[in-house]
């Protein structure tokens, strides 16, 4: 039965309501106790209105990895040509040893290499965003350019080395002269872009280049046979380098110019032989040297992507070489003991030409 207050001390009449709890005049506060609180039936409260069930929807799924490519792999077929830079020492003589403005038939000036196609690969891999190690590789393996000269038991090599008497380099029918040249590269570059600039990058690096140089001249007699004079020259080139590269991407396009150049170690090996119309050898003289020598390079790269993982390439390629002993220069028509040991290491070269093929990426 309820409390009955004191003031009253009627009992309350009972009653189904809730009670509720009224503050005295001047309470802070709602604070229950004997004295504090007169209990009093208060109203019915609202019923409780519950609302719909919202069913819990499950997690979602997490979001997928972002990809990143690892591994790019270009290969391209290259089109390149050379210049000779050989000069213009006097190969073949009309009636006479010795050359003049007039008797000169065929000269190394004559010489120079069409364009010639070869492989280009470059296999590279992004170590994080901003730096990627890149090893590659071309070659151009078959410049060749000849001449043949046709006479009447008149043609002349230059020099004492064409009056040996037992040489048919002196009144010959016929006189061929060969020049054929090949040239191998590798390389391996640590390449790093700018904080500040992604489209700016450094790199540095480790090269390999090889030019190989063939030079041969054969003079015919229709009565005794034929004579050879063979020079082979090899320079191998290998050392550091460093460069840069700027480039720029617009939706599927991009572009990228590529700087190198390097100051290299070149061990070389020079050898000739000379040949009588019997097979004997007259002169056979080896030489090696170490040369300091220079290499640069230049590339016009583009590309078009037609996939999320390959694309399109394109572009122009440009080297410059100094410091060379090339075949044709290294020629001596004397005829002496140490005929054909100085070695000539002051030759250059000029190689440029287009690039097209593709790109992979994973």
């Known amino acids: 039965m309820p409390r009955v207050p004191y003031y009253t001390q009627q009992p309350v009449t009972p009653t189904n309501q809730p009670y509720t709890i009224i503050p005295e005049p001047n309470c802070s506060g709602p604070i229950v106790g004997p004295t504090s609180t007169i209990v009093a039936p208060g109203p019915t409260p609202p019923p409780i209105v519950v609302g719909p069930t919202i069913p ?36 073949v003589l009309l009636d006479n040893n010795a050359p003049t403005q007039s008797n000169v038939l065929l000269s190394t000036a004559d010489f120079e290499f069409p364009f010639e196609v070869g492989p280009r690969i470059l ?17 151009i393996y078959n410049w060749h350019d000849s001449h043949t000269i046709l006479g009447n038991n008149n043609l002349n090599l230059p020099g004492d080395l064409g009056l040996v008497g037992n040489l048919d380099f002196f009144d010959a029918d016929k006189a061929v002269a060969t020049y054929d040249s090949m040239v191998n590269n590798a390389e391996l570059n640590y390449v790093h872009s700018f904080a500040g600039n992604p489209n700016l990058a450094w790199l ?17 007699d229709n009565q005794t046979g034929s004579s050879a004079y063979k020079i082979s020259t090899y320079n191998n080139l290998f050392g550091g380098q460093i460069g840069g590269r700027v480039g720029h991407a617009c939706s599927k396009w991009s572009y990228d110019l590529t700087g190198k150049a390097g100051v ?15 097979g004997f050898t007259e002169r056979n003289a080896t030489t090696t040297g170490n040369q300091l020598s220079f290499l640069g ?62 790109m992979a990426r994973w």
Not at 128 to 136: G, K, R, T
Not at 305 to 325: D, H
Request: without cysteine; charged residues 15%.
């Open 123 to 139: 296999i590279g891999y992004n170590i994080d965003p901003y730096a990627a190690i890149e090893a590659s590789y071309f070659g």
């Open 297 to 358: 390079e230049l590339g016009l790269n583009g590309s078009y992507e037609f996939s999320p993982n390959w694309s399109l390439r394109g572009g122009y390629q440009v080297y410059w070489v100094e410091g060379l002993a090339l075949a044709p220069n290294q020629l001596d028509f004397t005829d002496t003991p140490t005929s054909g040991t100085t070695l000539n290491k002051t030759g250059g070269m000029f190689m440029h030409g287009a690039h097209a093929g593709l």
């Open 56 to 91: 819990t929807l499950p997690p979602p799924f997490p979001p997928p990895p972002i990809y990143t490519t690892r591994w790019y792999v270009q290969a391209d077929a290259l089109v390149l040509t050379r210049d000779a830079r050989i000069g213009n020492q006097p190969l």
């Open 264 to 278: 290299y170690g070149n061990y070389i090996h020079s050898s000739q032989i000379v040949q009588d119309f019997s």
């Open 204 to 220: 540095i690096g480790f090269r390999y280049f090889e030019l190989a140089d063939k030079f041969n001249l054969t003079f015919t």
